[in-house]
């Protein structure tokens, strides 16, 4: 752990295994509730000095925080193979990403401007003061285990101020990792904290509860973050939520099949489905379908799975025992249900995959809305295929759905695009793109996919207050 600027031991630990192994790569401390108590107490210390820091202060120790980054990129990407499982070019590229996010907020950091507002009386002057939230409680997932850290981290650190950080339990390592790197930057004592912890309830609860903690950013399963923010709701707490979602991805007649088939292959499987904005349901209109499920089909049956450090691996494994399960059950379930499988459909235990936690990237055509996919979301590498007949249809079913997160169109008129655009509820639309994220964009979603944005300009307002000075003179 890492609480008020120095490294801390735990008075009991736990094993990080590897996915693709089933190895025990690491052991971490696990907070018990005097470290929890210890964390909050140096946050909510270290605030009164942080805060008054200047932009250009913060600033220079987030890009000192991101030149670092970038030094240690492969050893980062490494460890997070390592820790999380995905193929080494996905973790290089999320460890850009992340340190995306410190370059990022370094920069909006001086951009945190308030407003002189004109009054309706000759002898008032209003003045709108920006200024930060307070201590932070920041719960992170594993999915992407070092740039859901910084998304959170930089904006909160740029806004003035201080941070406890609880990443989850399967990549402790990628954020012990993180915290290296913030106390070589330079961040004062007690302004960045972390908490290991191997069952994170009681973390949540004070997070929601401690009166010295103002904000809770989470990462996580809707099941989780609408506990989470009923409770922060009870105190008052500000939120932010980044919840699950359950994308469409909607091929429109006037698309190339083959080429969206590229396109959708490549987001679905990537980090092995585990993402929050992976498509989930895949409409094609049925003029079209067999090109595309060919395509769809070709791809994901030549992608190779396994030890994501071993050259040309295209997919590497669940997080858990439990994620297999889960995956299995939906595409059993949609089978007993009359889908059809074009390819994989099981798990992958052959020529070395049976100590970790593999599953066959995996396409389903005939998906119906009564199957437990057309609804729950999946975190994993099935493509489930729907076929429609006309725009409105397609729209109607694309958003008859809890979640608003991503959604994704392939269309080449112009017309249609924007009217898909515009119909559709998701708070992140891809058209004809399948990486609509970046430190500059705004990240977040509707319904049920949760509350706030993160990166871009947005970002920061999550973790500032809005303060008005009436004067009268
Ligand atoms: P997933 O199902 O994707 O693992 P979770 O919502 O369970 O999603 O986990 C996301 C993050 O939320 C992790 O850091 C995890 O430790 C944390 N978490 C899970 N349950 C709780 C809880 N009751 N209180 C606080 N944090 C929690």
Known sequence: MYIDGKWKAGNSDFAVTNPATGEVIGRVPDANEHDIEAAVAAADIAFADWKKTTAYQRSELLYRAWELMVRQKSQLAELMTREQGKPLKASLNEVQYGADFLLWFAEEAKRMYGQIIPSARENQRFLVHKSPVGVVGAITPWNYPISMITRKLAPALAAGCTVILKPAESTPLCARAMMEIFDEAGFPPGVINLLTVQNPSRVGEVFCTDPRVRKLTFTGSTQVGKELNGLAATNMKRVSMELGGHAPAIVFPDADPVHAAKGLSLVKFLNTGQACISPNRIFVHEDHAEPFIQE?????????????????????????????????????????????????????????????????????????????????????????????????????????????????????????????????????????DINPTSAAAPFGGLKNSGLGREGAQEGIEEYLETKLGGFAI
């Open 296 to 432: 769809l089909t070709s791809r994901a049956s030549r992608l190779k799975a396994g030890n994501g450090l071993e050259n040309g691996i295209g997919i590497g494994p669940l997080i858990n025992e439990l994620a297999v399960g889960k995956v299995d059950g939906q595409v059993k379930d949609a089978i007993s249900r009359g889908a059809k499988v074009h390819t994989g459909g099981q798990r992958l235990t052959e020529k070395g995959l049976s100590g970790g936690y593999f599953y066959a990237p995996t396409v389903l055509s005939g998906v119906t809305e009564p199957m437990r996919i057309y609804r729950e979301e999946t975190f994993g590498p099935i493509a489930p295929v729907i076929t429609y007949r006309s725009e409105k249809d397609v729209i109607a079913m694309a958003n008859d759905t809890e979640y608003g997160l991503a959604a994704y169109i392939y269309s080449n008129d112009i017309g249609t695009a924007m009217r898909a655009f515009e119909a559709l509820d998701f708070g992140i639309i891809g058209i004809n």
